[in-house]
């Protein structure tokens, strides 16, 4: 017979079926002499059941089947921030150690010339409309960007139309969540393709603005049929706790600026 | 492919590879994160975390280990790392935002649920847990996780979290006398505080 220190001690191998039978016969032969310990080991099951009912919530096939190329993505960009290639200095230094002295009088000429030319061409059209479309063809945001963007005020209509609903107030004909629930389910699965393209350095905040809202787009895609006032509710506040209008808002501010920068206003004073 | 050529080709740091042990273990890795962290996003973000860690480090693998026992422990450790960082962000943590965190750690209401009150009623009973296993702490919970819904026996957790199985032990029975304390008003039989010895 063991007592109830012993008993206490084997409650829990007990409760998962992990006695071998001779101590579970031990064990059951305690508990039926002990009503604390019986009551302590049914209370401790009891428990286990409830906790069996715990449901964990599915993000979904589209979560699942978009999980590897996130990944990668993560992956790829870890690679080029961590393995980065000879600095610019080592490679233009390895490559003239291989060049003759000749070619360093000639690159000399050659850059002295292209100094003048540019003095000249700014003294003759100090405008610089030439060099001005330069810039503008250089720094002009690539296709991926451009999609992103387009991507990101789109999303923020549907939001602000999300945010700004009041179910007490607003009737919910006109809220049209089945609408927006096509959109989200849209704009999400636009988003993998999205975030892939960016790829470049300088595009990590522009692509977990991206991948924030994707989540966010799911799920409104998955809300219930109806007007799902609770379930919009928790959307609003995921929105709210991550900042997305703030970031949205930061991202076009630096839009902004990169299109004045290219694109400078007239009455800029320099 | 087997587990046997999934570690060879891991050892290769083939790519292949890489991508059918993700594809192996995606939802048990992120799983088991959603279950320390409490929500979704960081979820996936200590999920790739961990197959980039192993990516990485899979020279540390030894091959005579479980390939899922070193997993669940990457997993638990990349949860802590991430719990840690995140404490040090403190969060105004008010009855309104523990409440607000349940339901959404319980994910938006169950799909296909046609009687309002049914709904209500699981969608309770959820929070309810969910609130129950914030009060464990983050060693207790993972073993309480690992055994509950994971299946493993005391030993392969003691295994996978390098804990002795005493240890183990130790921290279920408390993980389940705080949850039966959380829960009391759910089970069936309430009011019976085991303390005696």
């Known amino acids: 017979m063991i007592n109830c220190r012993i008993s206490k001690d084997r409650m829990i191998e007990a409760l998962y079926g992990e006695l071998g039978p001779s101590e579970k016969e031990r064990f059951d032969e305690h508990l039926s002499s002990c009503p604390e310990c019986a009551s302590e080991y049914s209370v401790l099951g009891a428990t286990l059941r409830v906790m069996d009912r715990r449901e964990r919530p599915d993000p979904g096939e589209r979560f699942w089947d978009g999980y590897w190329d996130r990944l990668e993505t993560r992956l790829e960009r870890e690679e080029t921030v961590k393995v980065p290639g000879p600095s610019l200095g080592a490679r233009l230094g390895r490559a003239f150690s291989v060049l003759p002295r000749w070619s360093y009088q000639a690159a000399g000429a050659v850059a002295l010339l292209l100094v003048g030319i540019l003095i000249g061409s700014r003294l003759i059209n100090p405008t610089g409309g030439g060099a001005g479309m330069e810039t503008a063809a250089v720094s002009a945001p690539a296709g991926a960007v451009v999609n992103a963007e387009n991507f990101i005020d789109r999303s923020k209509v549907l939001l602000l139309g999300l945010v700004n609903h009041n179910p007490a107030t607003e009737d919910a004909y006109a809220f049209d969540l089945g609408r927006k629930k096509t959109v989200s389910r849209e704009l999400a699965a636009e988003a993998p393709a999205l975030r892939n393209a960016l790829n470049q350095r300088g595009q990590k905040r522009l692509r977990d603005l991206v991948s924030d809202l994707e989540v966010i787009m799911m799920q409104i895609a998955n809300l219930e049929s109806g007007q799902d006032v609770e379930g919009v509710e928790l959307i609003k506040q995921g929105v709210d706790r991550r900042g997305i209008f703030l970031k949205i808002d930061l991202d076009r501010m630096g839009r902004e600026a990169r299109s004045e920068d290219v694109n400078p206003p007239k009455n800029k004073k320099i | ?197």
């Open chain 2, 1 to 197: 492919m087997e587990e046997s050529s999934l570690i060879q080709g891991m050892a290769r740091g083939d790519r292949t590879a890489f991508r059918e042990f993700v594809e192996q273990y995606k939802k048990k890795v992120y799983y088991q994160a959603l279950d320390m962290v409490g929500n979704s996003i960081d979820a996936e973000d200590v999920s790739q975390e961990v197959f980039l860690k192993v990516f990485r480090s899979f020279a540390t693998f030894k091959k005579d280990a479980k390939l899922s026992s070193w997993l669940y422990r990457v997993t638990y450790n990349a949860s802590i790392d991430h719990l840690r960082r995140k404490e040090s962000v403190p969060e105004p943590v008010g009855d309104d935002i523990l409440e607000s965190r349940s339901q959404e750690d319980a994910g938006l209401p169950p799909r296909g649920a046609v009687d309002p009150a049914l709904a209500a009623e699981s969608s309770l009973l959820q929070a309810r847990i969910s609130r129950a296993l914030d009060k464990v702490s983050p060693q207790e919970k993972a073993v309480f996780l690992l055994r509950h819904y994971d299946d493993l026996m005391l030993k392969d957790i003691a295994s996978s979290l390098g804990l002795s199985v005493g240890s183990v032990k130790s921290y279920l029975f408390r993980a389940v006398r705080k949850l039966q304390k959380e829960l009391g008003g759910s089970a069936p039989i309430s009011g019976m505080e085991a303390s005696h010895d």
